[in-house]
């Protein structure tokens, strides 16, 4: 498609639940970007992927967190057991190369309870 | 490690004042320079960036940034603002060799009618 689009667009979880969201970069693009925005904050880089390749993780706390991307489906970002401090928009974006604009999806916020 | 700083958190202008928005990081080397904007219930767009060439940058919507190397600045300027550019406002950096970009805390720029 011509935007990333994210889904769902608020997603509510009591605390220890898992949540699950969703990006379907723009055709064409290789690159997929997922950002932590807590409380209107700056935006903390978490994983990118190239393709369906891991291309830098160095942001995810991975004891409760981790993504996909695979082919001909949208790319993932899972939470097992969320925590309180999980409550933020995780933005996605994705890009024709790793140096390019990247282009952001209008965010999912995530609220534990 | 690299930070981005927006100085101005809160800007409050009327309709027809200039605008200039700070934004300075702390990286010395080559760096590729961006502004988003995320206008209220929409996704982040890019306003304008730098990568290299000519320091000053022309963006959409009337938007202009000027990189001055010397003072590890980009600071984002429009003439005359509308109330319609009532918006958050992003920074970013990459430094040379990171694809990963480091975004400022953002500006909350808003125009009164």
């Known amino acids: 498609g011509e935007e990333v689009a994210q889904t769902p667009k608020h997603l509510v979880r009591g605390e220890g639940q898992k949540a699950k969201l969703y990006c379907a970069p723009i055709?064409?693009?290789?690159?997929v970007f997922w950002y932590q925005q807590v409380l209107k904050n700056e935006f903390k880089f978490l994983i990118s992927?190239?393709?369906?390749?891991?291309?830098?993780e160095t942001g995810m706390p991975k004891e409760r967190f981790s993504a996909k991307c695979l082919p001909n489906s949208p790319c993932s970002l899972e939470i097992q057991a969320t925590k309180l401090e999980d409550s933020a928009v995780y933005f996605c974006a994705s890009s024709q190369g790793s140096y390019n604009e990247q282009f952001f999806g209008p965010g999912t916020r995530l609220t534990v309870l | 490690a690299q930070s981005v700083s927006q100085h101005n958190h809160h800007v409050i202008l009327s309709e027809a004042a200039s605008l200039e928005l700070g934004c300075n990081y702390s990286?010395?080397?080559?760096?590729?320079l961006f502004w988003y904007v995320q206008y209220p219930g929409q996704h982040l767009q890019l306003l304008l960036k730098y990568f290299s060439g000519d320091p000053l940058v022309k963006g959409i919507k009337g938007f202009e940034a000027e990189f001055i190397k010397s003072k590890f600045s980009f600071n984002l300027r429009k003439p005359s603002v509308q109330w319609s550019d009532t918006a958050e406002y992003f920074c970013?950096?990459?430094?040379?060799?990171?694809?990963?970009?480091?975004f400022g805390r953002g500006t909350s720029l808003i125009v009164h009618p």
């Open positions: 992927f190239q393709n369906e390749n891991v291309f830098d």
């Open positions: 990286y010395g080397g080559t760096v590729n």
């Open positions: 055709k064409g693009h290789s690159y």
């Open positions: 970013a950096v990459n430094r040379g060799g990171s694809y990963i970009p480091t």
